[in-house]
């Protein structure tokens, strides 16, 4: 059975453009969840999607927005993207909201210069 | 507010001395703690889910502990393969994973 998988692995892009992260659950799951992690740091929660809503978001600013597909796969959007926002980001995926525990992905890494 | 504190940040260990990390957290109505593994680069694999106190699991030289307000994951007899960050995570009521910022183990040969 195919896990979470991310694309693109890798992603450069320059200070104040935009941009797009994907996610594909495991097959069956509905909620995606997101997450940043910067060189160094924990992981802090972002976004948090099931059933094509947003259930939860994290203490980021506006400009991190996503959406859920009907298929349950998501996307990551990134806007006027400043240096700060070089990180990995991790999604992970979970059977349902009330089945809790969560599968990674491999992560993108976001390098913005 | 919802707080996770994993001690300590880093760990060296000579290969088979055994040791524990601790995870300590504050929750509201705790559903589950969860435990990770993280190597560089990559994202974290599932470890183990624990939901009440009192509870264990194991996993090969892994086991981990809960009681009402921290969990241990012990480790025996160490291999340098278990080098990795390890994380815990709680939920609490119907919300998100909340994460500690981990403990960095290395397992010296």
Known sequence: ?????????????????????????????????????????????????????????????????????????????VNALELEDSALYLCASSLSPASPEAFFGQGTRLTVV | EDQVTQSPEALRLQEGESSSLNCSYTVSGLRGLFWYRQDPGKGPEFLFTLYSAGEEKEKERLKATLTKKESFLHITAPKPEDSATYLCAVQAGANNLFFGTGTRLTVIP
């Not at chain 1, 935009?18 to 969840?33: D, E, F, K, M, N």
């Not at chain 1, 060189?39 to 972002?46: C, E, K, P, T, V």
């Open chain 1, 1 to 77: 059975e195919a896990g979470v998988t991310q694309s693109p692995t890798h992603l450069i892009k320059t200070r104040g453009q935009q941009a797009t992260l994907r996610c594909s659950p495991i097959s069956g799951h509905t909620s995606v969840y997101w997450y940043q992690q910067a060189l160094g740091l924990g992981l802090q929660f972002l976004l948090w999607y099931d059933e094509g809503e947003e259930r939860n978001r994290g203490n980021f600013p506006p400009r991190f927005s996503g959406r859920q597909f009907p298929n349950y796969s998501s996307e990551l959007n």
